[in-house]
């Protein structure tokens, strides 16, 4: 199993990429969470 090195730099993009859409969709549904429960507190 030999890998490229343009294969390999676009598997660490590709890698970049889903981490980061998936960390700002987790940090979208916390603080969307957070206002939740604030709202049912206050």
Do not use: K
């Amino acid at each position: 199993m030999l890998l490229s090195f343009d294969s390999l730099y676009f598997h660490r993009q590709f890698l970049c990429n889903v981490v980061n859409r998936f960390s700002s969709i987790a940090v979208f549904a916390g603080a969307s969470m957070l206002a939740f429960l604030f709202d049912e507190v206050a």
